[in-house]
T-cell receptor
Framework: DAGVIQSPRHEVTEMGQEVTLRCKPISGHDYLFWYRQTMMRGLELLIYFNNNVPIDDSGMPEDRFSAKMPNASFSTLKIQPSEPRDSAVYFC???????????????FGAGSRLTVL | GESVGLHLPTLSVQEGDNSIINCAYSNSASDYFIWYKQESGKGPQFIIDIRSNMDKRQGQRVTVLLNKTVKHLSLQIAATQPGDSAVYFCAEIPNTGNQFYFGTGTSLTVIP
């Protein structure tokens, strides 16, 4: 398995532009998580899905952020309009039910580094 | 102006020495704990896990110790190597759901 695949790896955009980050989870993992990592706040959970259904989006900062999971192999995180304070590394992670042990638990992608000018 | 951010605990060790990284967790209902390693420019990677019904678990060169009395978790790395330089996070998973709560991390630097 290629692991969790995220794109783009780097994105530089101007304030006000729409940003779409993409994620392909590990096949067979039925949980998908979006995290944001900054120096100020560390690793923050934004939203997570179970079987493509959003379960908890309480970490989504505001209405400018939205996430979808149209099928088991694809999810997007969208920011519209983007602001400089959204600059961060966004990680997607997937897992099988947490009672599984070992490396099946929460596998992260390489991240998408977003810079909003 | 002054920049404010997380003050990551840092640990510097000599190559070949043992490292101990500590983590305090908050939820006594957490029943599963994981250590992750994050190298520069990469996502966190699973190292080792432990369930709350255990107090010790060993992997390859790593040992995790769990003290539920004081809600403390530690990661011991034997014979630390330059490739171990990274930020190490502990995560706790409460028995009430599938949330993973991450600590702020510890930055480990291995001096050759």
């Amino acid at each position: 398995d290629a692991g969790v695949i995220q794109s783009p790896r780097h994105e530089v955009t101007e304030m006000g532009q729409e940003v779409t980050l993409r994620c392909k989870p590990i096949s067979g993992h039925d949980y998908l998580f979006w995290y944001r990592q900054t120096m100020m706040r560390g690793l923050e959970l934004l939203i997570y899905f179970n079987n493509n259904v959003p379960i908890d989006d309480s970490g989504m900062p505001e209405d400018r952020f939205s996430a979808k999971m149209p099928n088991a192999s694809f999810s997007t995180l969208k920011i519209q309009p983007s602001e400089p304070r959204d600059s961060a590394v966004y990680f997607c992670a997937s897992s099988s039910p947490y009672l599984a042990s070992g490396a099946n638990v929460l596998t992260f992608g390489a991240g998408s580094r977003l810079t909003v000018l | 102006g002054e920049s404010v951010g997380l003050h990551l605990p840092t640990l510097s060790v000599q190559e070949g020495d043992n490292s101990i990284i500590n983590c305090a967790y908050s939820n006594s209902a957490s029943d599963y704990f994981i250590w992750y390693k994050q190298e520069s420019g990469k996502g966190p990677q699973f190292i080792i896990d432990i369930r709350s019904n255990m107090d010790k678990r060993q992997g390859q060169r790593v040992t995790v110790l769990l003290n539920k009395t004081v809600k403390h978790l530690s990661l011991q790395i034997a014979a630390t190597q330059p490739g171990d330089s990274a930020v190490y996070f502990c995560a706790e998973i409460p028995n009430t759901g599938n949330q993973f709560y991450f600590g702020t991390g510890t930055s480990l630097t291995v001096i050759p």
